[in-house]
């Protein structure tokens, strides 16, 4: 067996940590529980779809004949087909579900109606698990029902409309089955009540045909129905999957039947804004700006068919959109903060060429944000998407608007991807960014600026278990020259775990303009198991046995010298029952520095690194009302030492207050050139008010010692009708910077808005 250990190379203070017999002890207690558990996992295997699947048939109804009030009361329900008989997904495969869910389906010329009776024995309803009533709600940390359609009856997407017992909303876009690739922002117009009684919770949904796409002419869609009962943590579904995968993987869907839904007709919405904004903003030695200024403008959505959708954005505004959350960046690599703004979520995926994060040819945040993430105003633009079962395309062009800082400038993106049998596809993308001349703060003439990228991709999935994801992107620069990235990325994904490969190349001069590069120049190699073992021999309290680990090694691309090594993998990590979890991790990491780099304004000379480190963390259920987790991390960092505690809390006396809060601290000696000693600490607060679904009071404060930083951020919310908002938002935001690296900035401003969506 190969000897692996982790040294702690810091001997300055005497020190001299071998952790040799824990990663020996760690390797065997990795391997003899996998083999004690092999017939627990060949017991449940991840079985293919259905030659023949499921039926469900729907019935069809008179205008007005469903009052939507969530006690399924009307005699029409009751004359529907019934579909029950659901099983678990989780945690026993293909068992019966604790408590059965009653679905029945009606339409008319105006909705698709969904009514579902989850029985359950709530007579107390503190049974039931709603951690808040926020829109977009967490999907593993509530009781809910939800339903996935497939309208283009090609397996590959999916839309889909979940609702807790307290009637809070959540809907998402899925391609290719990825739940936890889909775009859960996308915001749809659809209604649902629900009611509780003793014997079960009710569901009462009605989703407008306009709002779902669909085949002209079609008199069937693909469905699956899903029901989380949190307090057991059991996920059933109807038609059975396995569970590795998702009620989203439509393989394995059922088929609604006995459809007639309208011809496809004129399908327009319009949502104009009215903002007023108040404050004051300060940047280094800038002299202070204050501000008052009223603003219009809005968004025009044209469904040309059930299948095609032209957007059109005027004087694009997201003063409601939440603030990016404060991380302490340890590494070389660039930080990927997640898209937030409306407009960009919305198909989305369309202009997606990969799930890897390392490499995005596209990637929104590039438009109307500076690298600050700092708002730059857009004064419009459209975008135009197509699915249909054979093709997916889009097109997106934008302009931003100059600023003292910033040029005009525009951007415009192409998308087409072609699916061939089965679940596979090959596409092409093209991004292009133009920078107008300007003159910036100091007088200084800049000259305009081009970059464009060419990406071809392809998606292929010989069968449910095994998927490859690849591309290639060629980019050119005004700067920067011609330049070639490339990723693969092979896995399998079945009841036992995943097991997976990535592999990646980008060249010294690559620059994707209107995308996200962690870094250039260099090679990866990323091998990666995540074992799922359930042996019966477990205590009754623990679900499953998941060791798992993971591999990266960088080289350098222009001449393939070695630059970064790390080894990522936990011997020991339980998930209970209830959805909690224990886990002890090791990393180790070898680095080639060939320049200083400054994690927390600390410099770290150029040289060869080795360190590593252990981790052990506890999480609690956090659906409960009172949760927590803690997580310790002990080792070396570069030339010093290194000790981290994070902690986690969550309070939740009912679905409408909810408290939640995190801490961490880093503590580093003897780091870098100077040998400093540092503590950083992060703090993160929020909390969550409600009187119902439609109006939420959600405040948050950061605190990042590191730069200094203090975020406030208030947002009151009322949905006054559906997909309809009036928001009041108080930023304010104080950071010192990072030594050498940022200016201080203050900004602070009081901002009202109102927005009205109207569908003809």
């Not at 009962?229 to 569970?243: A, G, H, L, V, Y």
């Not at 970064?564 to 990393?587: A, K, Y």
């Not at 003897?670 to 929020?686: C, H, I, K, M, P």
């Not at 990072?738 to 900004?747: A, C, D, T, V």
Request: aromatic residues 14%; proline residues 5%.
């Amino acid at each position: 067996m190969t000897k692996f250990f982790i040294r702690n190379s810091s001997t300055k203070n005497g020190k001299a940590i071998v952790w040799e017999k824990g990663i020996h002890i760690a390797i065997i207690s990795l391997i003899l529980p996998f083999l004690c558990g092999i017939k627990g996992l060949m017991a449940q295997e991840t079985f293919p779809p259905p030659e023949v699947p499921l039926e469900i048939k729907s019935l069809k109804v008179e205008d007005g004949s469903v009052e939507l009030d969530g006690f399924l009361n009307e005699v029409i329900w009751n004359q529907a087909e019934m579909v029950s008989g659901f099983t678990q997904r989780e945690p026993v495969q293909s068992n019966p579900a604790s408590f059965d869910t009653q679905v029945r389906i009606l339409y008319d010329s105006k909705f698709l109606y969904i009514g579902a009776i989850c029985l359950d024995s709530i007579a107390d309803r503190k049974k039931l698990r709603v951690r808040n009533l926020q829109r977009d709600f967490n999907r593993f940390g509530n009781d809910r029902f939800g339903v996935a359609l497939d309208g283009l009856l090609d397996k590959r997407n999916a839309v889909g409309f979940e609702v807790t017992p307290y009637g809070s909303q959540r809907e998402t876009q899925v391609i290719d089955g990825n739940e936890g690739d889909g775009n859960v922002d996308w915001d749809a117009l659809w209604y649902v009540r629900t009611k509780v009684t003793d014997t079960a919770w009710t569901v009462e949904m009605a989703i407008p045909w306009k709002t779902l796409r669909y085949k002209a002419g079609t008199d069937r869609m693909y469905i699956s129905f899903n029901r989380n009962i949190r307090r057991f943590n059991e996920i059933t579904t109807w038609p059975s999957f396995p569970r590795a995968f998702s009620h989203f993987r439509m393989a394995y869907a059922a088929v609604l039947t006995g459809l007639e839904p309208p011809p496809p007709s004129a399908n327009i919405q319009i949502n104009p804004y009215l903002l007023g904004d108040t404050g004051r903003t300060e940047e280094g030695d800038t002299p202070e700006e204050n501000k008052t200024n009223f603003e219009a403008g809005g968004e025009f959505k044209w469904a040309v068919t059930p299948n095609s959708v032209l957007d059109v954005t005027v004087n694009t505004d997201f003063a409601q959109a939440d603030v990016d959350q404060q991380v302490q960046n340890l590494t070389r690599f660039s930080v990927l903060f997640p898209e937030r703004r409306q407009f960009f979520l919305e198909n989305a995926d369309i202009f997606s060429v990969s799930d890897i994060s390392n490499i995005q040819p596209f990637f929104s945040r590039q438009i109307g944000l500076d690298p600050n993430g700092q708002p730059i105003p857009l004064d419009g633009g459209l975008r135009f998407t197509s699915r249909t079962s054979k093709q997916t395309s889009g097109v997106l062009a934008m302009r931003q608007r100059a600023t003292a800082g910033s040029p005009a400038t525009y951007f415009g993106v192409g998308r087409y991807a072609q699916n061939l049998s089965g679940q596979n596809r090959i596409g092409g993308l093209i991004t292009h960014r133009s920078e107008n001349a300007f003159t910036n703060e100091e007088g200084q003439e800049i000259g305009s600026k081009q970059n464009t990228t060419a990406t071809a991709n392809a998606f292929f999935r010989p069968k449910q278990s095994l998927t490859l994801d690849a591309m290639v992107s060629y980019s050119t620069d005004s700067d920067q020259g011609n330049g070639l990235g490339a990723s693969a990325w092979i896995y399998q994904q079945k009841n036992w775990g995943y097991l997976g490969l990535i592999g990646q190349f980008v060249s010294e001069n690559y620059l994707p303009g209107m995308g996200f590069l962690r870094f250039n120049d260099y090679i990866l190699a990323s091998p990666a198991i995540d074992l799922d073992i359930r042996p019966q021999w477990l205590p009754k309290f623990v679900r499953s046995y998941g060791p798992d680990g993971f591999a990266d090694f960088f080289w350098r691309a222009s001449d393939g010298a070695f630059q970064q090594g790390i080894l990522n993998f936990s011997p020991f990590d339980l998930e209970w029952q209830t959805g909690g979890q224990f886990e002890v991790r090791f990393r180790q990491e070898w680095q080639q520095i060939d320049a200083t780099f400054s994690p927390l304004g600390i410099n770290i000379g150029p040289g060869y690194y080795q360190f590593g480190q252990y981790e052990i963390s506890f999480d609690s259920d956090f659906s409960r009302k009172l949760a927590g987790a803690v997580t310790y991390a002990n080792g070396t960092f570069y030339n010093g030492d290194f000790e981290s505690w994070d902690f986690d809390v969550r309070v939740s006396p009912s679905p409408y207050i909810e408290l939640i809060g995190s801490y961490t601290i880093n503590q580093f000696s003897n780091l870098g050139v100077a040998e400093s000693d540092v503590t950083a600490n992060l703090l993160f607060t929020r909390a969550r008010l409600a009187l119902n679904p439609r109006v939420r009071l959600d405040g948050s404060y950061q605190w990042n010692s590191a730069n200094d930083a203090n975020i406030w951020n208030v947002r009151l919310a009322w949905e006054y009708r559906p997909l309809s908002f009036i928001f009041l938002v108080f930023n304010n935001n104080e950071t010192e910077g990072l030594p050498g690296q940022n200016q201080p900035f203050f900004q602070r401003e009081l901002i009202g808005k109102i927005t009205f969506l109207k569908q003809f």
